[in-house]
């Protein structure tokens, strides 16, 4: 299927799970006043929001594919922020429907229903709150993680106990079911995130085969699928060049897992390349592996890759940093297949020791129609590359005359700041956006 199939697909999946409790509710009809029919509809709308938030950052490789990670997120924070306020506004109109219920601002006069309500009204709020602190605990952001995850899991059980202890949705046969396909839907995408890829399926199960070093600072993690148990079928993971798989090294479902791009050439051999710079604790950790280490992967997700069976184009790639690692899995990937179409590559870094697989990109350029244009930021006196940043009038020297410009697909990968710069400098240079594909380093 291709992406933007995909993409209508889940669009409509959305769509059913928001609106349809809510033309359930209109085709059951209710006596009630206007404002009482308001209050339910947007209680409705609020919980199908609530269960698309929850389900968009799932890591269903579909759903990722289709948007890629950054719309994934996109999508998350969006819809969450939506069932907030779609939270809030059901309140002001449970409130003008009925004066009574201003005992929901009276502790001693909560029923059960108004517990559960209020704690989840809390909860959502907080959880805006932490996301919008998210950059700021950068260095604390698996606490931040988990504490962001526990609020989500409780916000969705107090909502269930909210709508089931009101009762009266749930007296009405055809919304008990909307509501029970709508929480059996939403167990199975969870048991499937939280239970099965990550304790019971054996293709995420890998061993280390090799760590290489790269430069002082980064290393290539080589892994393959361990030994077939029980005679199940571990062969190969396939994924497009450009994707990524979260990765761990306890098989705990609670222990860290970090994302990173697949560097190998897919089908090419069994094992799965990553490389890794050193940024933290974690990526650390990867230079101390030795080979047999047991490791799991969550992947592929992601779309940052090209689609030839919707268009063949030529190729701009511009990396900053360890933002090469998709782009080397797009070139091993076209010299794989002999794909003679032309391709620009930018990489920069700020210094030359910084400058990832320059002896293979070499070698690349014997076999592909390969440019690639090394740009330093901080360069030795002897450097005879291009130095600065990759902005628009590097941009404007480096690539194809106007008319050419347009029949490219381009990629950008590296930390967020530098994405940012080279999308605005590419916008300016009027590149369609359709044909603009980023993926930020940050965190996911
Ligand atoms: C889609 C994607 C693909 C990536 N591919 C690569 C790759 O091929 N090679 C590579 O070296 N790095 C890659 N990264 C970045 C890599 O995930 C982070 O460097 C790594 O998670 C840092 O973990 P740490 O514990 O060592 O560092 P920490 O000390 O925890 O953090 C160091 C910095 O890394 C970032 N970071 C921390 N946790 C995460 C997280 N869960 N997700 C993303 N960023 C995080 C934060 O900006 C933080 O400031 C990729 C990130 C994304 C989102």
Redesign the pocket.
């Known amino acids: 299927m291709l992406p933007s199939q995909a993409r209508v697909l889940w669009a409509a999946a959305f769509l059913v799970t928001l609106l349809g409790p809510v033309l359930l509710s209109l085709v059951t009809g209710s006596d009630n006043p206007l404002a009482s029919q308001l209050a339910v509809q947007t209680g409705l709308l609020a919980t199908g929001l609530l269960v698309c938030t929850v389900i968009a950052p799932s890591r269903l490789r579909s759903l990722t594919r289709a948007l890629g990670?950054e719309g994934v997120l996109g999508v998350h924070r969006v819809v969450g922020l939506l069932a907030t306020l779609m939270v809030i506004l059901h309140v002001v109109l449970v409130l003008a429907a009925n004066p009574n219920s201003v005992t929901l601002f009276d502790p001693r006069q909560w029923t059960m229903a108004s517990r559960a309500a209020v704690g989840a009204t809390v909860g959502m709020v907080v959880l805006i709150g932490l996301a919008v602190l998210r950059h700021r605990v950068?260095?604390r952001?698996?606490l931040w993680?988990w504490v962001h995850l526990l609020l989500a899991g409780s916000v969705l059980v107090l909502t269930a106990l909210h709508i089931w202890w009101l009762q009266h949705l749930v007296n009405d046969p055809v919304l008990r079911a909307a509501f029970g396909l709508l929480v059996a839907g939403l167990l199975g995408v969870l048991s499937y995130r939280w239970v099965w890829r990550p304790c019971f399926d054996k293709r995420s199960a890998y061993e280390v085969i090799e760590v290489r070093a790269e430069t002082e600072d980064?290393h290539t993690l080589v892994i393959g699928p361990r030994r077939p148990r029980h005679g199940f079928d571990t062969s190969t993971m396939a994924f497009e060049p450009g994707q990524?798989a979260w990765l761990r090294v306890k098989r705990s479902v609670t222990a860290?897992?970090?994302?990173?791009?697949i560097?190998s050439c897919p089908r090419e051999s069994a094992a799965v390349e990553?490389?890794?710079?050193?940024?933290?604790?974690?990526?650390?950790?990867v230079a101390t592996l030795e080979p047999g280490d047991p490791v799991w992967i969550d992947g592929p997700?992601?779309a940052?890759t090209w689609d030839d069976r919707a268009y063949r184009r030529a190729l701009v790639l511009i990396a900053a940093g360890?933002?090469i690692?998709?782009m080397i899995s797009m070139l091993r990937t076209l010299a794989f297949r002999g794909d003679g179409r032309p391709v620009l590559l930018l990489s920069g870094a700020r210094t030359v020791d910084e400058l990832l697989f320059r002896d293979e990109l070499r070698e690349l350029g014997d076999q592909l129609d390969l440019t690639v244009v090394e740009v330093l930021s901080r360069p030795p006196a002897d450097w005879s590359g291009r130095s600065g940043r990759i902005d628009r009038v590097l941009l404007r020297q480096v690539l194809p005359e106007r008319s050419g410009r347009h029949k490219i697909e381009y990629f950008v990968c590296g930390p967020s700041p530098m994405v940012t710069d080279v999308l605005l400098a590419l916008q300016e240079l009027r590149i369609d956006a359709a044909h603009i594909h980023t993926?930020?380093?940050?965190?996911?």
């Open positions: 990670i950068r260095r952001y698996a993680r980064v990524f860290e897992e970090h994302p990173f791009t560097t990553f490389t890794i710079r050193n940024a933290g604790d974690f990526t650390s950790s997700h992601g940052f360890v933002g690692t998709p993926e930020q380093f940050d965190m996911v």
